[in-house]
């Protein structure tokens, strides 16, 4: 990725290809909403306490989705290039967050504010269509993930991880998956000697 700031364009139009198909004016009020940033591998995008304002895309990068309960860090999601990340009930309830994002490697974020955003689609019906089909996204896979921790044993959960999201699998610390996957890090040790072996 070249300079950050001269992606924009690019990024509207990986936008639009992915959930709503727009005209050349379409892309360039998508773009005017959108908001480039960088942060650096252990920075925190968002922490508890901070109210989420802007839905987030990843150009560039690796983000994990945290909290504490009973003291212990639990792993809620991990995102990779093309990712949307939010803190859904901080974003539109507009109330502080327990839910932190982290940047897990040096990440390129764009970010979508929501009042910018709900400005435009308004007289916009494929930015309405790009919105909801992002909000659906973003539903769909916390139910899926969901499911998978709900349903599925610690093999199949791993399998499917593979499946769904192989840069997750290649990139992310052990520790972290585990904790996403709801098991030890010494079962999914072994969940992946096997899977390996199998």
Known sequence: MNSITNNTRDVARELARKYSTMTHD???LLE??????????GQMILSE?????DIMYIAKGMTRQFYFKNGKELTEHI???G????CIESLFKEKPTEIQVEALEQTWIYSLPKDKLEQVALHNSNIQILYRKILEESLILSQVHADLVRFETAQERYQKLCKLMPQV???APLVYIASYLQMTPETLSRVRTAALKG
């Open 83 to 86: 990712g949307i990340v939010m």
């Open 79 to 81: 995102a990779t290039e």
């Open 169 to 171: 699998i290649l990139r």
């Open 49 to 53: 306490g901070d109210i989420d304002k």
């Open 26 to 28: 379409e892309l360039d």
């Open 32 to 41: 005017s909403v959108l908001v480039p940033h960088k942060y650096l591998k």
